[in-house]
């Protein structure tokens, strides 16, 4: 099966920057699916997707359980991060893990996570996104696989126990 969308993962704050995605979107007339728990901003999304006649494009999924999150990652194009500020960065290495390609915002924190295993846009600039979308749909399928295989080993440094321990022996080294 070809993947014919792209999705989102996360919350609707407005410095997710979901609108200039949706323009995106519908420049180049694809799909996006967009999980993110039902709240006051996921209601303003959907007010401005009917504004901009993107219903055809644009589908808020709501919540969805991690096994069904996995093969919507799987069956993407690409996971897609616009997002203008962040802390670290989360939803890019799942997706990744996951099995799929990720394009993001070219801000420093994610140039710092994410460096070369990711594409990279100018989250600022909606032809900046359009070319990222366009470029990876038209990968092949043989650089779809290499680039996928490189960002799920390059993600794996990153992990929850790694952390606890980096942590644990700071904190031991601080409290000598």
Same mark, same amino acid.
């Given at each position: 099966?070809?993947? $014919?969308? &792209?999705?989102?993962?996360?919350?609707?704050?407005?410095?997710?920057? @979901?609108?200039? @995605?949706? $323009?995106?979107? =519908?420049?180049?007339?694809t799909? =996006?699916?967009?999980? /993110?728990?039902?709240?006051? &901003?996921? $209601?303003?999304?959907q007010i401005e997707i009917k504004i901009k006649n993107a219903q055809k494009y644009v589908e808020v999924l709501g919540f969805v359980p991690d096994e069904e999150l996995d093969k919507i990652y799987?069956?993407?194009i690409a996971f897609v991060f616009p997002t203008l500020a962040e802390g670290f960065g989360l939803p890019p290495k799942e997706a990744i893990k996951a099995g799929t390609l990720a394009v993001v915002s070219?801000?420093?924190?994610?140039?710092?996570?994410?460096? $070369?295993?990711?594409?990279? &846009?100018?989250?600022?600039?909606?032809? /900046?996104?359009?070319?990222s979308l366009q470029k990876i749909m038209n990968y092949t399928k043989s650089q779809r696989e290499v680039k996928i295989k490189y960002a799920k080993e390059f993600v794996k440094k990153y992990s929850w126990s790694k952390m606890a321990k980096e942590t644990l022996k700071i904190y031991e080294e601080v409290g000598k």
């Open positions: 099966m070809k993947a $014919d969308y &792209f999705v989102y993962t996360g919350n609707a704050y407005p410095h997710k920057n @979901l609108s200039r @995605l949706i $323009d995106a979107i =519908l420049l180049i007339k799909k =996006l699916k967009i999980v /993110s728990g039902r709240n006051i &901003f996921i $209601d303003r999304l799987k069956n993407s070219d801000i420093p924190v994610l140039k710092e996570v994410y460096e $070369d295993s990711v594409d990279y &846009f100018d989250p600022m600039d909606i032809n /900046s996104i359009v070319e």
